[in-house]
T-cell receptor
Framework: AQSVTQLGSHVSVSEGALVLLRCNYSSSVPPYLFWYVQYPNQGLQLLLKYTSAATLVKGINGFEAEFKKSETSFHLTKPSAHMSDAAEYFCAVSDQGSNYKLTFGKGTLLTVNP | NAGVTQTPKFQVLKTGQSMTLQCAQDMNHEYMSWYRQDPGMGLRLIHYSVGAGITDQGEVPNGYNVSRSTTEDFPLRLLSAAPSQTSVYFC????????????FGPGTRLTVL
């Protein structure tokens, strides 16, 4: 069985500061990993994905994540936070070839202070 | 393309009532899924389909039925609504089982009294 743990249900940063959202996964087989963003009262939008190619993955809006097998982690970072980054972020895992069956973490709410 | 559409956007039911949440996609995607989102729980997979006529259960299937008669539509049925089914429901689709993106609909907010 797969599982995802997102450390910190709420992260608060100042505008211009580094954003670091943590995600650790558990999977018995090589996984695919995803980060999604959800703005208030909207659906989910894919930020980036790891699908067994490059371990450093660049996504939209200046976000990137690094797959570290030894640490079973897939942390999301952005060098400089913008007010528009305020949203809830979800890490998700699936088996390779089964991206229609995602297991999500509980989410991290990012607040950006002016 | 409209992408993934869901109706209704909001619904209030009384305990024991039945209803169908509609989901449609116009991208000719083979794979479709239903998730529910509850505060502090993330999203959890209810049912999924790998093609017309083929469905299977996800993590939390109890109380829900699905069918897939066409590639475009994947309705979710609540046969006898319970307060525990109060949630936001998301439908999603993807054109490949591999590394393609799963596209999400805007969601249906359901309240069961």
């Amino acid at each position: 069985a797969q599982s995802v743990t997102q450390l910190g249900s709420h992260v608060s940063v100042s505008e211009g500061a580094l954003v670091l959202l943590r995600c650790n996964y558990s999977s018995s087989v090589p996984p695919y990993l995803f980060w999604y963003v959800q703005y208030p009262n909207q659906g989910l939008q894919l930020l980036l994905k790891y699908t067994s190619a490059a371990t450093l993955v660049k996504g939209i809006n200046g976000f990137e994540a690094e797959f570290k097998k030894s640490e079973t982690s897939f942390h999301l970072t952005k060098p400089s936070a913008h007010m528009s980054d305020a949203a809830e972020y979800f890490c998700a895992v699936s088996d390779q070839g089964s991206n229609y069956k995602l297991t999500f973490g509980k989410g991290t709410l990012l607040t950006v202070n002016p | 393309n409209a992408g993934v559409t869901q109706t209704p956007k909001f619904q209030v039911l009384k305990t024991g009532q039945s209803m169908t949440l509609q989901c449609a996609q116009d991208m000719n995607h083979e794979y479709m899924s239903w998730y529910r989102q509850d505060p502090g729980m993330g999203l959890r997979l209810i049912h999924y389909s790998v093609g017309a006529g083929i469905t299977d259960q996800g993590e939390v299937p109890n109380g829900y039925n699905v069918s897939r008669s066409t590639t475009e539509d994947f309705p979710l049925r609540l046969l006898s609504a319970a307060p525990s089914q109060t949630s936001v429901y998301f439908c999603a689709s993807t054109g490949s089982a591999g590394n393609n993106e799963q596209f999400f609909g805007p969601g249906t907010r359901l309240t069961v009294l």
